[in-house]
């Protein structure tokens, strides 16, 4: 079972993941409700009984059992009401859409999407409940590749909400036909953001690649991420640091630019901003972690 450290303040959630790196499963004692909150993991529940009651923005949902909510990163959500187990839930780490650039540039169309219904797709709702079943099974497994199998799960269901909500855009979208070319700008531009984020790289450089104007590049970047470029540079050269993090040979000096942080103030205060504690406190958190 996962568990939480819940801020009150800030209404912000951190995640610790006690058995696999980046994902964790949760079943029996979640609590009834749950106040208000977000993290920066994605979470996808898959509801187990009927009268559930929650909140994504603002959004009341009540799925039936067989049905997928779908909570993305950075969302405001909250359980008003959970039957005892009544659901089972997957989540995972922003990386794993945010270092994709696949996912990142069609996270415009994602994240409109927080309710797939049983009754209306039963295969797609089925094949994602087999596999968060497969992450559950994998939580207690010693293989050397458990990390590995369980990302790939993870990308199993994703590849399919995605191909099953592109699929809706373009039909929905017929008339005025879909844009894939803008798709194309913005996941070559997520492509080359990870693949430069250690390099002092700017917006400017970036839309020039693409081969978009600087101001065009942005409102793009923006409407389809719903990133600004600072922050996903950002979050990207996190992630980056908490590998380096773990390990513990290197200093958090040498982490923080090895990440492409060209201050460590810069690199405390981004870190403590996307992850919640400062990077010496994760890394104590991590080694602990590891001990149990």
């Not at 600004?228 to 040979?249: C, D, H, K, M, W």
Request: with cysteine; hydrophobic share 35%.
């Amino acid at each position: 079972m996962c568990y939480y450290i819940y801020i009150m303040e800030t209404e912000k959630e951190i995640i610790k993941y006690p058995r696999i790196h980046g994902v964790s499963f949760t079943e029996g004692g979640t609590p009834p409700t749950f106040p208000r909150h977000w993290h920066n993991a994605a979470e996808f529940h898959l509801i187990m009984k009927d009268g559930g009651i929650y909140k994504i923005d603002g959004i009341t949902y009540k799925p039936n059992a067989g049905d997928i909510l779908l909570v993305w990163p950075r969302e405001l959500h909250e359980v008003v009401h959970c039957n005892k187990e009544g659901t089972v839930f997957v989540q995972f780490s922003s990386y794993l859409l945010e270092s994709n650039s696949d996912f990142a540039a069609a996270s415009h169309f994602l994240n409109e999407y927080h309710l797939l219904k049983k009754t209306e797709n039963p295969e797609l709702t089925g094949n994602i409940a087999e596999r968060v079943f497969k992450i559950r099974d994998m939580q207690d497994q010693t293989h050397h590749f458990s990390e590995t199998r369980c990302k790939l799960l993870i990308y199993e269901i994703l590849l399919e909400i995605g191909e099953f909500v592109l699929k809706e855009r373009r039909e929905s979208l017929k008339d005025s036909g879909f844009p894939d070319k803008l798709l194309d700008y913005i996941r070559f531009a997520c492509s080359y953001i990870t693949e430069h984020s250690a390099e002092n790289i700017t917006q400017s450089q970036v839309a020039e690649k693409t081969g978009l104007s600087q101001f065009y590049f942005s409102k793009l970047f923006n409407e389809y991420t719903k990133m600004s470029f600072p922050a996903y540079l950002a979050g990207i050269r996190v992630q980056n640091a908490i590998n380096l993090l773990e390990n513990e040979t290197l200093s958090v000096t040498d982490c923080a630019f090895e990440a492409g942080f060209q201050s460590t103030t810069t690199f405390n205060k981004i870190f403590h901003e996307i992850i919640g504690c400062s990077p010496r406190e994760y890394r104590k958190m991590h080694s602990l972690n590891h001990q149990k």
